[in-house]
């Protein structure tokens, strides 16, 4: 069956390291998402592609945040540096069309900042 | 920005009991999402509605798309239903999530 692939799994790092974060989505799917998840919330967006564009990371922290999907297919989310406040689970999603589509998430990469 | 709100917040069942877990929205949506989310983070869909009821298995969702709310049943329910479940609504072209239910079932 087909599924969204993240990596990695786990990373521990200390403050002010860079840390990134990769993932491919099922194959053919337009829409990628990448969303940050703290304990005992839901996921909050950071950003959303159609195709290689973004269409929205107005929530993204583009100071230390930064993500792409150059060729509209894997993608690849970066921190620099790392903050103690960034420890989360960092999930991604893609999504077949923009809107009304089933949404299949990854695993997920669990972010621990010393 | 759509408000998506979740009830109860954290729900304990004796296996067996029927269980019912509530979403409301503030706006109006194009689907609703009901997704389940075990320890260690993996996230599921289990249904994606725009209107009426669905059934699979031992879950139900329904959604009132006038009175802007939704419905997770489980029947029959079992320790491996033990999960995280979190409705998601959409609106325009994005996502908005509810802060879950964690469900515990009891043997």
């Known amino acids: 069956e087909a599924e969204v692939a993240q990596s990695p799994r786990y990373k521990i790092t200390e403050k002010s390291q860079a840390v990134a974060f990769w993932c491919d989505p099922i194959?053919?799917?337009?829409?990628l998402y990448w969303y940050r998840q703290i304990l005992g919330q839901g996921p909050e967006l950071l950003v959303q592609?159609?195709?290689?564009?973004?269409?929205?990371d107005s929530q993204l922290p583009k100071d230390r945040f930064s993500a792409e999907r150059l060729k509209g297919v894997d993608s690849t989310l970066k921190i620099q540096p790392a903050e103690l406040g960034d420890s989360a689970m960092y999930l991604c999603?893609?999504?077949?069309?923009?809107?009304?589509?089933?949404?299949?998430f990854g695993e997920g990469s669990r972010l621990t900042v010393l | 920005k759509n408000e998506v709100e979740q009830s109860p917040q954290n729900l304990t069942a004796q296996e067996g009991e029927f269980i019912t877990i509530n979403c409301s929205y503030s706006?109006?949506?194009?689907?609703l999402h009901w997704l389940q989310q075990h320890p260690g983070g993996g996230i599921v869909s289990l249904f994606m509605?725009?209107?009426g009821k669905k059934k699979h298995g031992r879950l139900i969702a329904t959604i009132n798309i006038q009175e802007k709310h939704s419905s997770l049943h489980i029947t029959a329910s079992h320790p491996r239903d033990s999960a995280v479940y979190i409705c998601a609504v959409e609106f325009g072209n994005q996502f908005y999530f509810g802060t879950g239910t964690s469900l515990t079932v009891i043997p």
């Open positions: 592609f159609q195709d290689e564009s973004v269409v929205d």
């Open positions: 194959s053919g799917h337009a829409t």
């Open positions: 999603a893609s999504s077949s069309n923009l809107g009304t589509g089933e949404l299949f």
């Open positions: 706006v109006g949506i194009s689907a």
């Open positions: 509605l725009s209107s």
